[in-house]
């Protein structure tokens, strides 16, 4: 599976105002430290299994939800309006068909009809269901 994630530097500033106001006040409230701004994002936003950005950060901190890049999108931009200089990195995980099934919360059957319909031919998620 491809998850977008992002890394964090505390190398420069990011102006107010290249940010939408949601953006700069939730930074605010959560003093612009990076564990809470990882916390909140890890606690806050519910995760849709898809490929790709669909909503982009404001979009995602409106919802409450979106894919793991939305949600690396939405943690960048708090970052970023925290003063840090953040970026994409992508990288390839390898899960067994049970622990996939855990974290979304789908019985194997779903999954097996499911997975196809939503990530397509992405390169999100490669399933074998089955024996691991």
């Known amino acids: 599976m491809w998850l977008a994630t992002c890394l964090a530097g505390h190398t420069r500033a990011v102006s107010a105002q290249d940010q939408p106001p949601e953006i700069v006040e939730l930074a605010r409230a959560l003093k612009h430290d990076p ?18 950005s669909l909503k982009g950060p404001l979009g ?42 855990n974290w979304l919360g789908w019985t194997t059957a779903t999954a097996a009809s499911t997975a196809r319909w939503v990530l397509g031919d992405s390169p999100a998620l490669s399933i074998r269901l089955g024996q691991p």
């Open 35 to 52: 564990d809470l701004i990882y916390e909140y994002v890890l606690n806050n936003i519910e995760t849709l299994p898809q490929f790709g």
């Open 60 to 101: 995602t901190l409106l919802d409450g939800k979106g894919t793991s890049h939305d949600q690396a999108e939405l943690m960048i931009a708090l970052l970023r309006q925290s003063g840090f200089e953040a970026y994409f990195v992508y990288g390839r995980i390898k899960i067994k068909a049970d622990e996939l099934t």
